[in-house]
């Protein structure tokens, strides 16, 4: 029969394994959630100058 330990009697570097993959899990989310954001301004940005300067181009043509 095998006898399993309590938390608190395991290994030491096992939980703080797991504490530090949680960390960079969340970290990595972060950067994630981060780069979203980045790349969704990047996009609108683009729209605007591109709107921007088709509007300007159509206005000369006038």
Do not use: E
Request: aromatic content about 4%; some cysteine; proline content about 2%.
């Amino acid at each position: 029969m095998a006898v399993s330990r309590p938390l608190c009697l395991t290994k030491g570097s096992d939980v703080h394994r797991r504490d530090s993959h949680r960390r960079g899990n969340t970290l990595r989310k972060k950067c994630l959630v981060m780069v979203k954001q980045q790349k969704t301004r990047f996009y609108i940005l683009g729209r605007c100058v591109s709107m921007l300067l088709c509007w300007h181009a159509h206005s000369l043509s006038d």
